[in-house]
């Protein structure tokens, strides 16, 4: 049992808060992405999960053992590091091997287990080389490597792919998916890649500014942002925010009527780029268009609705011009509503 | 036109030292071999042959080699010990590496000279070991009837004056270490122990070969503290390079000690770069 839960963590360097206050838990085999911008904490948040880092409060408990007292080496996790961190003196097998030397295992397990972990990781043919003479994405899939050899229960990665091209990330991806599934491994991953929290998780924690804004399942996070952080962090393109002003507890537009979750004032609707439907001018939001762009599967339509900027998926090959008017009519069931104010979702009643 | 001038201005830059270095380093060697090898103007080894007959001959090489043997490995580990152990302080690190390194100011002859106003007869050990009633009045420590004490007395005197050299290149190289080597390995299971032998002490390789060049060496050299606590009463290598010199007048047979102790440390440096070389490849 590998459960792992952080209770009320915050960490100061000197004046400066890296973490405000922190609760999570995550269960026994769960998958949690940590996903958040550049400098939000995720890195510390990790290391005071391994014991690299002293919390300035709060605990963490993993498998009901709080860690508070226990040194990182009998924390009995493996974590793959943000700068990989693998031993520059060691060839790649002896570094992959490292975790389980550690653990005294017999040479025929660790040959084993150094087998697997690199074939899974594609590095075999580089065994006898030292990490100078490898790439910066050989060096981070030996990184990963040596933290699963080691099978633990409880795996922090760091940022494990990111230097890694896109066709091999999305393989890579897939196969920890499986690999750490099967074994049932509590998988705590920090990425600021959306998709690949999107793809990997069961459960993402949106961070912002030493917080968790949000934590739920990816869809749920897609559609239903906590803030309007997490709907502009989460997701390509970013949700549009439209700000709105209801009367008798509804938004009134040309043609159509929708409903809101209080009787009157200022809102922000959120809506996602793809539950807009393009029609004709005079219908529904009047949007000018100000760029096209064909990305494949559909076509991104950026301009702006009075003063607000929106982006819209129409379908591909639709034919809009830049320059021109049309209207746009949001999809009722996928709007979600924020206070202006403290940018928070407001729960319909 | 662009690239010969670009090529040749490395070496004109170097030009400077070059010239500077031939003049005071290289023609004196050169000279200090001729010196060595010539009787009133003729090529002989007659020098040597004297230097080799020489009653303390045997009794300074054998000195020198025991005081290398004994003072740079406790030195090594001493240091090793205390840059570790510097790592781990927070507050107030500058003054502890500030307050070890005095000795690094102090001219080896005045540190000699401090050993011996403890040492001496009369000294602040004898002193002390009276008050506790260990002795019965001043005893000699540091006479040719008391080598064993003569020596421990120089080696600790070594070991006081010339460790902080050996610290201060360790401390440097310390710090070039990222700390995420040693973290990952604690990660993984590492105790502080493996951790020092499996992470840390090959990493610091190319510091420790420098420092141990560098101590070796001036260990061979060892002359003004032995000096100023035994005298004669424990012969070493330069001290009778001196002898020869001052006492005896006797250019050649200095010359021939100054050529054996050239040949002893640049022996044992090609052993330090040969058995603690690290392969580009394994660099960081
Ligand atoms: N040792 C430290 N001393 C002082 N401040 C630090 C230290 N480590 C991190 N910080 C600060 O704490 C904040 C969080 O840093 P952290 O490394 O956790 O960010 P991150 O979310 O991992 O960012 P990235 O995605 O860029 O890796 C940053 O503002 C950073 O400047
Ligand atoms: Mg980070």
């Known amino acids: 049992m590998a459960e792992i839960?952080?209770?009320?963590?915050?960490?100061?360097?000197?004046?400066?808060?890296?973490?405000?206050?922190?609760?999570?838990?995550?269960?026994d085999g769960e998958f949690v992405a940590l996903l958040g911008p550049s400098g939000c904490g995720k890195t510390t948040l990790l290391r005071i999960i391994a014991g690299l880092e002293s919390a300035t409060s709060g605990r963490i408990v993993i498998g009901g053992r709080d860690l508070t007292e226990v040194p990182t080496r009998r924390r009995g996790l493996a974590m793959v590091f943000q700068n990989y961190a693998v031993f520059p003196h060691m060839n790649v097998y002896e570094n992959v091997a490292f975790g389980l030397r550690m653990q005294g295992a017999d040479e025929a397990r660790i040959k084993a287990r150094v087998g697997k972990a690199t074939e899974l990781l594609h590095i075999t043919p580089y065994l006898d080389r030292y990490p100078a003479k490898l790439s910066g994405g050989q060096r981070q899939r030996v990184a990963v490597a040596r933290a699963l050899a080691v099978e633990p229960p409880v795996l922090l990665m760091d940022e494990p792919l990111s230097n890694l091209d896109a066709l091999l990330r999305l393989?890579?991806?897939?196969?920890?998916?499986?690999?750490?599934?099967?074994?049932?491994?509590?998988?705590?991953?920090?990425?600021?890649?959306?998709?690949?929290?999107?793809?990997?998780?069961?459960?993402?924690?949106?961070?912002?500014?030493?917080?968790?804004?949000?934590?739920?399942?990816?869809?749920?996070?897609?559609?239903?942002?906590?803030?309007?952080?997490?709907?502009?962090?989460v997701g390509s393109p970013p949700m549009n925010f439209l700000p709105v002003t209801i009367a008798n507890s509804r938004l009134e537009l040309p043609g159509a009527s929708l409903p809101a979750p209080q009787a009157s004032g200022a809102l922000l609707m959120g809506i996602r780029a793809e539950d807009l439907t393009p029609v004709a001018d005079g219908e529904g939001l009047p949007f000018d268009i100000a760029v096209v762009e064909p990305l494949g599967a559909h076509d991104l339509v950026t301009g702006r609705s009075g003063q607000t900027l929106l982006r819209v998926a129409a379908p591909a090959g639709s034919g809009h011009k830049p320059g021109t008017r049309i209207g746009l009519k949001p999809d009722p069931k996928r709007l979600v509503w924020m206070d202006p104010a403290s940018g928070r979702a407001i729960q319909a009643q | 036109m662009k690239r010969t001038q670009s090529r040749a201005l490395p070496?004109?830059?170097?030009?400077?030292?070059?010239?500077?270095?031939?003049?005071?380093?290289?023609?004196?060697?050169?000279?200090?071999?001729?010196?060595?090898?010539?009787?009133?103007?003729?090529?002989?080894?007659?020098?040597?042959?004297?230097?080799?007959?020489?009653?303390?001959?045997?009794?300074?090489?054998?000195?020198?080699?025991?005081?290398?043997?004994?003072?740079?490995p406790i030195q090594l580990a001493l240091a090793l010990g205390m840059s570790v152990m510097i790592e781990k302080i927070g507050r107030g690190r500058d003054l502890v590496l500030w307050v070890w390194t005095i000795p690094l100011g102090v001219s080896d002859l005045a540190a000699g000279l401090v050993w011996l106003a403890i040492l001496q007869d009369r000294g602040y050990l004898n002193s002390a070991l009276y008050g506790l009633g260990l002795i019965e009045g001043p005893t000699a420590w540091l006479t040719y009837e008391t080598p064993g004490t003569l020596f421990l007395g120089v080696v600790l005197a070594e070991i006081w004056r010339a460790t902080a050299i050996v610290l201060v290149i360790l401390v440097a190289g310390l710090q070039l270490i990222p700390k995420e080597y040693r973290?990952?390995?604690?990660?993984?299971?590492?105790?502080?122990?493996?951790?020092?032998?499996?992470i840390t002490l090959p990493l610091l390789k190319p510091s420790i070969q420098t420092a141990l060049i560098l101590r070796t060496v001036l260990a061979f050299e060892v002359f003004a503290v032995v000096y100023a606590i035994g005298g004669t009463n424990f012969p070493v290598l330069v001290g009778e390079a001196y002898t020869w010199q001052n006492a005896n007048q006797n250019t050649g047979v200095a010359a021939a000690y100054a050529m054996l102790i050239v040949v002893i440390s640049l022996a044992a440096t090609a052993i330090y770069l040969r058995v603690l070389r690290v392969p580009a490849e394994q660099q960081p």
């Open chain 1, 171 to 233: 393989e890579m991806r897939a196969e920890l998916k499986a690999v750490l599934r099967e074994a049932r491994t509590t998988t705590i991953y920090v990425t600021h890649d959306q998709t690949e929290a999107m793809g990997l998780a069961d459960r993402i924690a949106v961070m912002h500014g030493g917080r968790i804004e949000q934590i739920d399942r990816p869809t749920a996070v897609y559609e239903r942002p906590a803030t309007t952080f997490v709907g502009g962090f």
């Open chain 2, 11 to 72: 070496y004109l830059l170097l030009a400077p030292s070059l010239v500077f270095l031939t003049a005071i380093f290289l023609l004196p060697l050169v000279q200090t071999i001729a010196l060595s090898f010539s009787e009133s103007g003729v090529a002989s080894l007659g020098n040597y042959r004297r230097m080799v007959s020489d009653l303390n001959f045997g009794l300074a090489l054998r000195n020198t080699f025991l005081l290398v043997l004994v003072v740079v």
């Open chain 2, 183 to 198: 973290e990952a390995a604690e990660v993984f299971g590492a105790r502080p122990w493996t951790i020092f032998r499996r």
């Open chain 1, 5 to 27: 839960t952080i209770d009320g963590i915050a960490k100061s360097f000197g004046a400066t808060r890296a973490l405000e206050q922190i609760d999570l838990t995550v269960a």
